[in-house]
């Protein structure tokens, strides 16, 4: 059975950086599109970033272009959210979730994770 399993939230401070883990069991990941997401309370679900399961293209949400990176590594099947100069509106559970495609910073998920909770605060 394919699961996906997030980690590494936690609480960060403002200017700070977190990385992400998206891990996978039952599925190899390089065979699958692979998006974050995130909500945070009162909000709805918001892509935030997509690698591509062909080249490996990247994409991001405009609002956290140039401070997250998306990666993979193929030999520990995971997949890495690297999050830099967090803000506090960068508090949300974030989701990782496996799909065909990336629709720019989204993909359309066949199986998501069971989300990790960061929380950016002084």
């Known amino acids: 059975q394919f699961e996906l399993v997030e980690s590494g939230g936690g609480l960060v401070q403002p200017g700070g950086s977190q990385r992400l883990s998206c891990a996978a069991s039952g599925a190899t990941l390089d065979q699958w599109a692979i998006g974050w997401f995130r909500q945070a309370p009162g909000k709805e679900r918001e892509g935030v970033s997509c690698?591509?399961?062909?080249?490996?293209?990247?994409y991001y949400a405009d609002s956290v272009k140039g401070r997250f990176t998306i990666s993979r590594d193929n030999a520990k099947n995971t997949v890495y959210l690297q999050m830099s100069s967090l803000k506090l509106e960068d508090t949300a559970v974030y989701y990782c979730a496996a799909g065909f495609l990336c629709y720019s910073e989204n993909v359309a998920p066949d199986y998501w994770g069971q989300g990790t909770q960061v929380t950016v605060s002084s």
């Open positions: 690698i591509s399961s062909s080249d490996g293209s990247t």
